[in-house]
């Protein structure tokens, strides 16, 4: 069993960063990927990233990428959501989620069995 608890969230102006941060609890957290991913009000949760349980490997949605990079440290049981060059449209609750398979890599959220309770990310024009 893994528990998740995201922070980092906050009100800034477009153009600027944030980094979220998603803390688990739990054993072996390196045998598991994790994703971020986002929902704004009234649409559906949609994939940001995911890294695999090692950190060597990463995948970003095209909305982000080049933007954003998600990274870890297994030794904090911490993975990390840096955001860059933020735009109004990032505006959501983010949430991060763990999956089993540590070389799964999905954007598919139903791959992953754990979800932490998200972080609010508003960004002004």
């Known amino acids: 069993q893994v528990q998740l608890v995201e922070s980092g969230g906050g009100l800034v102006q477009a153009g600027g960063s944030l980094r979220l941060s998603c803390a688990a609890s739990g054993r072996a957290f390196s045998s598991y990927a994790v994703g971020w991913f986002r929902q704004a009000p009234g649409k559906e949760r949609e994939f940001v990233s995911t890294?695999?349980?090692?950190?060597?490997?990463?995948y970003y949605a095209d909305s982000v990428k080049d933007r954003f990079t998600i990274f870890r440290d297994n030794a904090k049981n911490t993975v990390y959501l840096q955001m860059n060059s933020l735009k109004p449209e990032d505006t959501a609750v983010y949430h991060c989620?763990?999956?089993?398979?540590?070389?799964?890599?999905?954007?598919?959220?139903?791959?992953?069995?754990?979800w932490g309770q998200g972080t609010q990310v508003t960004v002004s024009s």
């Open positions: 890294i695999s349980g090692s950190g060597g490997t990463t």
């Open positions: 989620a763990a999956d089993r398979d540590a070389l799964q890599l999905s954007s598919r959220r139903w791959h992953y069995e754990y």
